[in-house]
């Protein structure tokens, strides 16, 4: 990268940044080796419960770090995403009154603005705002998700289009924060190599556990205040959104040239590009997206023929949620399952067990819609819930390995914007699995009453689920713990180390820690990863939940 056209105070300012940063980072290897003999964990010890876990990673990560994942995926993706589902489901079959196959498509269009976090990871990299980068972004994601919730809930008569403009600008507001913590996650991944997984398993334990909360309680809310009040209640998680950008710590930089944010641009696009051009990058890739493209939604069919009082269950609003808030119990089993047993199992040997077992559990469905749960005495609520919670958990242990994987293939420098280019591969995945879905339902003439056909659709939805297993070739061998990109991704000049230093000042340093002066951030990454892999069983999650 070419050295930036600053005045001479402002190199010195970024000297002194960059001394500050090294001299803050907790890899150095004095403090490594200090930490290792303080309270690493030999083979005789257990691993350390819930609480000191999550103690280790705000001392590791810093505090306002930890409380930036509980806020945006815990409360805004997890709670929030638990009642927006409920609600936004009962928003288009009885507000709005669409056809299954409409309203299938409409959830995949609100999960368009998921598709663009490279452009909010560009912005987030490479043009701060006020001196901060990752602040900014958090505020006005909570701003213009308050803004969304309140035209759905307080507008009686809104039109299907705005009130589908409405539901994208609610997604682009919790996509906006998840690309803006999800930087630090992929940032503190380089730095911290060893914590890499016990990061993404943060992740889904507070997705999981407000998922549950949120699940829990959508069936009454909807039931008490209706699918718009219950929308609005979705400013809260936005409000704690701003709350976690305007306490997150982070470096200022002052006098940053804003005359250079379009080179900016340009050098992260073209490094982008360099990486997909990579065959240990785009390889995985294509396996992501053909995996969740084939993994086809049909949910809104199901969800429809749950609540049906006629030729369906007939399943209350309490129960949908309930049902739901199982689910979610399921997904923090895959999470404790991936972290304490299979987080050290190679990404394809995972990838293949899951992929199978998720087109087993799909026929679930199947037995349910055929009603043999019945022949078996098993009856509808019983097996449903059993059902939800089977296929959640199998879909969270299939999650979490491509998380994982994601994370390993960022190039240094742009590690937010790449990690959100790899995560919008994934959510164009999804969309193209949820309009394959809505386009089966059509096909099949199932509607908001008419439900013969659902049986077909769910067999053709875990045939295709097999398909996939087919490209598993294009993922590595390697487990999490190995180096997957190239040394020339990885390792960079001396010219581009101040730049390197400049794009990892967003991940939340904690104070008060051994300086490693005379070395450079990337030395002491090498020193401080290869201590750290003798502590990588210290933050198993919830190993001793009693």
């Not at 810093?62 to 409380?67: A, C, E, L």
Request: glycine share 8%; with cysteine; charged share 15%.
């Amino acid at each position: 990268m070419s050295p930036q056209p600053a005045p001479d105070d402002l190199a010195e300012d970024k000297e002194r940044e960059t001394n500050v940063l090294i001299e803050a980072a907790p890899g150095s290897p004095a403090k490594a080796a200090e930490e290792g003999h303080g309270h690493g964990h030999g083979h005789g010890r257990p691993p350390p419960s819930p609480v000191a876990w999550f103690r280790m990673l705000a001392r590791e990560l810093h505090w306002s770090f930890v409380f930036g994942v509980v806020a945006t995926y815990g409360i805004s993706q997890g709670l929030g995403g638990g009642i927006s589902r409920v609600a936004s489901d009962y928003y288009w079959k009885d507000v709005q009154r669409v056809q299954p196959s409409v309203a299938q498509v409409y959830q995949g269009v609100t999960s368009i603005p998921w598709m663009v976090k490279p452009l909010w990871g560009l912005l987030t990299d490479v043009l701060p705002v006020a001196g901060y980068r990752r602040r900014p972004y958090f505020i006005l994601a909570g701003f213009i998700g308050v803004i969304a919730m309140l035209i759905l809930a307080l507008h009686s008569k809104l039109h299907a289009l705005f009130a589908l403009l409405a539901l994208m600008t609610g997604s682009a507001s919790v996509a906006i924060a998840d690309v803006t913590i999800d930087a630090c996650v992929a940032e503190n991944s380089i730095v911290y190599p060893h914590l890499a997984a016990d990061m993404i398993s943060l992740n889904g334990f507070c997705s999981s556990v407000g998922g549950l909360i949120g699940f829990s309680i959508s069936g009454f809310l909807v039931h008490a205040i209706g699918a718009q009040g219950a929308l609005g209640l979705l400013t809260i998680p936005s409000a704690l959104v701003i709350l976690s950008g305007t306490l997150l710590k982070e470096v200022h930089i002052p006098n940053f040239p804003y005359e250079q944010a379009h080179k900016k641009f340009v050098e992260a696009s073209g490094k982008m590009l360099t990486a997909l051009k990579c065959p240990e990058v785009w390889r995985p890739c294509v396996y992501m997206y053909v995996s969740l493209a084939l993994s086809v939604d049909i949910q809104e069919g199901m969800f429809f023929w749950y609540t049906d009082r006629s030729a369906g269950l007939s399943f209350h609003e309490g129960f949908i949620g309930f049902m739901f808030a199982i689910g979610s119990v399921g997904s923090l089993v895959g999470v404790i399952l991936y972290q304490n047993i299979l987080k050290d199992h190679s990404f394809r040997s995972l990838l293949f067990s899951s992929q199978l077992l998720l087109s087993l559990a799909g026929m679930l469905d199947l037995i349910l819609v055929l009603r043999l749960n019945l022949k078996m005495g098993i009856p509808d609520y019983y097996f449903a819930v059993i059902d939800e919670g089977v296929s959640k958990m199998i879909n969270r242990i299939k999650w979490m390995p491509l998380l994982v994987l994601s994370s390993k293939l960022c190039p240094t420098g742009i590690e937010g914007t790449f990690y959100a280019l790899l995560m919008s591969i994934d959510n164009i995945g999804s969309l193209t699995g949820s309009w394959i879905g809505g386009l089966l339902l059509h096909l099949l003439r199932i509607t908001r009453t008419e439900f013969k056909n659902l049986w077909a659709a769910i067999l053709i939805r875990n045939m295709m689920r097999l398909l996939p297993l087919a490209l598993l070739f294009l993922v590595p061998r390697s487990d999490p713990n190995s180096t997957l990109l190239p040394s020339d991704l990885l390792n960079e000049g001396d010219d581009d180390e101040a730049q390197r230093v400049e794009n990892v000042e967003l991940t939340s340093l904690p104070a008060n820690r051994d300086s490693c002066n005379d070395k450079s951030l990337h030395d002491c990454q090498i020193q401080e990863g290869l201590g750290g892999e003798r502590d990588d069983d210290e933050a198993s999650l919830l190993a001793n939940r009693s």
